[in-house]
C-alpha cells in the first residue's frame, strides 16, 4: 500500500537487513527520522540515508538460516494444526460435509416465525439445519450443562500501561485458532478490587463476542490470573477429564463459529455480536475422550512449533544486537555453542 515501503537489497543479505531493522539499533535510528506533527511517518529520501553495520557474509547468512528455520517450524505448526481440523472432521463424520451446495430453502412463515421469531432470509439457509441436525445425531450437550461458569469479561480499570507492568489483558483480537496469542497484549492496573470471576485459570475457553465473533483461544499454565474483556466470554468447563477444553476450542472456531454462531449472531448498529444465551445454548457433540485428548495434543503441537518459531526471530534479532555491541567474533561463538551455527 501507499503507507508501505519495499526495500530490495543488492549487496547485503536481505535477511540480515530485516533482522537489523527490527534491532533496538535499527527501530531507534529510523524513528530519528521520523517527520510529521499529526501523523508521523518516513520520507523515502531519509530511508536511503539509514546507516547499516557491515558484517561478513559468515553472519549474515547465519542470520538468513535462523530466519529459514523459524519459517519452516511456522509452516509446520500450520501443517499441524490443519490435521488437527481434519482429526475432528473425522471424529463428527463431517469429512464429506459439502453445506455450499444447496443456495436456496423453502419455508412457510405460519410455521417457522412464531418459533423463531426470525424473517430474515440467511437464518433459514439449509445448511445450518443439516449441521445441527449431524451433530446432534450421534448425542450431544449444550455448554451450560459442561460448564461451571459461562461470563462476560470485565471493563479496563486503568489506561493501558506502557512500560510492561499490570495484569495482561485479553481482547477479541488477541484470540485466534485455540490459542490467546500474547505478542501484543495489553496490561492494566488497578485489579485488586476485581471480583474473581474476571481473572482466567488454566484451560478456560475465552471467546471473542464481537467484531470477529467466535474466534476463540485456550488460556494455558502461562496464562492464569490474566484478566478478559468486557467483549469477550469465558467458558469454563466443570470436568476437563469428560470434555477436553482444546476440542471444545477447535470445534468452536472450526465449524460452530461458521454453522453456529453466524446463524444466530446479532447484527448490531455497529459491529455484529453474540451473547450470553447463545454460548450457553450451544450444541457441542459428544465425542470420546481419547479422541478428544488427540485433536488437543496436535493442537498444543501446533502451538509449540509457533513458540519455536518466534523464539527464533527473536533470537535473530538477539544475534546482531549482539554483534553490534560485542563483536562480530563473540556474537558467532555464542550462537555456534548453542546450536545456532554449525560451523
Not at 444447496?102 to 433459514?124: Q, V
Not at 495489553?186 to 475457553?205: A, H, V
Not at 482444546?246 to 472450526?254: D, E, K, P, R, S
Not at 454453522?259 to 457441542?284: C, E, G, H, M, W
Request: some cysteine.
Amino acid at each position: 500500500s501507499c503507507k508501505s515501503t519495499v526495500i530490495r537489497a543488492n549487496s547485503i543479505e536481505p535477511y540480515f537487513l530485516t533482522a537489523y531493522l527490527n534491532s533496538k539499533y535499527g527501530r531507534s535510528l529510523l524513528l530519528r527520522k521520523e517527520r510529521g506533527m499529526i501523523q508521523k511517518g518516513l520520507n523515502l529520501d531519509d530511508l536511503k540515508t539509514l546507516k547499516i553495520p557491515l558484517f561478513s557474509n559468515k553472519l549474515q547468512n547465519a542470520c538468513k538460516k535462523i530466519i529459514y528455520e523459524a519459517k519452516r517450524l511456522m509452516d509446520e505448526a500450520d501443517c499441524i494444526y490443519k490435521e488437527a481440523g481434519k482429526l475432528l472432521e473425522q471424529a463428527l463424520g463431517l469429512q464429506d460435509f459439502n453445506p455450499d451446495s444447496e443456495r436456496h430453502s423453502i419455508r412457510y412463515f405460519k410455521s417457522i416465525f412464531e418459533n423463531t421469531g426470525r424473517l430474515d432470509a440467511e437464518f433459514y439457509q439449509t445448511y445450518y439445519d443439516e449441521f445441527e441436525k449431524r451433530i446432534k445425531s450421534k448425542g450431544f450437550v449444550n455448554a451450560n450443562e459442561i460448564c461451571s461458569m459461562i461470563n462476560y469479561g470485565t471493563v479496563p480499570t486503568s489506561p493501558y500501561t506502557e512500560d510492561g507492568s499490570g495484569v495482561p489483558y485479553i481482547k477479541g483480537m488477541n484470540v485466534k485458532n485455540v490459542e490467546i496469542q500474547s505478542d501484543n497484549i495489553d496490561r492494566i492496573t488497578n485489579t485488586s478490587e476485581l471480583p474473581e470471576k474476571f481473572y482466567t485459570q488454566k484451560g478456560d475457553i475465552i471467546i471473542s463476542q464481537m467484531g470477529t465473533v467466535a474466534d476463540c483461544g485456550i488460556v494455558d499454565e502461562t496464562q492464569e490470573n490474566w484478566i478478559f474483556a468486557s467483549f469477550t466470554i469465558r467458558m469454563r468447563l466443570k470436568d476437563c477429564n469428560l470434555y477436553n477444553p482444546y476440542f471444545i476450542g477447535i470445534y468452536i472456531q472450526n465449524m460452530a463459529k461458521k454453522y453456529y454462531f453466524n446463524r444466530y449472531i446479532a447484527q448490531a448498529s455497529v459491529r455484529q455480536n453474540t451473547d450470553l444465551p447463545t454460548v450457553k445454548n450451544l450444541f457441542i457433540p459428544i465425542v470420546d475422550i481419547n479422541i478428544q485428548n488427540k485433536i488437543a495434543d496436535t493442537i498444543k503441537e501446533s502451538k509449540r512449533n509457533k513458540q519455536r518459531s518466534k523464539l527464533l526471530l527473536n533470537t535473530v534479532v538477539d544475534f546482531v544486537e549482539m554483534a553490534i555491541e560485542q563483536g562480530e567474533e563473540a556474537a558467532l561463538k555464542l550462537y555456534k555453542r548453542e546450536g545456532f551455527i554449525n560451523e
